[in-house]
């Protein structure tokens, strides 16, 4: 059974420093192209960043970042211990919410990544940045 699970989140106060696990389970997310969605309270859902498929060249493939978050997140993915990483740095109140990790086999390239057209989704873990 095809199942992602979150974990890393909590309180943190602001300009601090978080790490968000999803550990993939029942398929290889080297073979998935994956990303990290955040929803803030009372929002929609967003995507925040993204790695595609990997071409073989490259184990972690192509990675996307939503202007937002750029240069604050950093998403990975260690394909052996088949977990996706994100790693979030100078936290500010407005990434508080939830963060889903997704994964998706049949992405195209003819849509960006970090639109949320991902067929399995985790069941988020929430993050509260606050002093």
């Known amino acids: 059974q095809l199942r992602l699970v979150e974990s890393g989140g909590g309180l943190v106060q602001p300009g601090g420093s978080l790490r968000l696990s999803c550990a993939a389970s029942?398929?290889?997310?080297?073979?998935?192209?994956v990303g990290w969605f955040h929803q803030a309270p009372g929002e929609v859902r967003e995507g925040g960043s993204c790695i595609t498929v990997s071409d073989g060249g490259d184990e972690n493939g192509s990675t996307y970042y939503a202007d937002s978050v750029k240069g604050r997140f950093t998403i990975s993915r260690d394909n052996v211990a088949n977990t996706l990483y994100l790693q979030i740095k100078s936290l500010e109140p407005e990434d508080t919410g939830v963060y889903f990790c997704?994964?998706?086999?049949?992405?195209?390239?003819?849509?960006?990544?970090?639109?949320?057209?991902?067929?399995?989704w985790g069941q988020g873990t929430h993050v509260t940045v606050s002093s």
């Open positions: 029942g398929f290889s997310l080297a073979d998935y192209t």
């Open positions: 997704a994964a998706d086999p049949s992405y195209d390239g003819t849509y960006s990544c970090l639109d949320d057209k991902y067929a399995y």
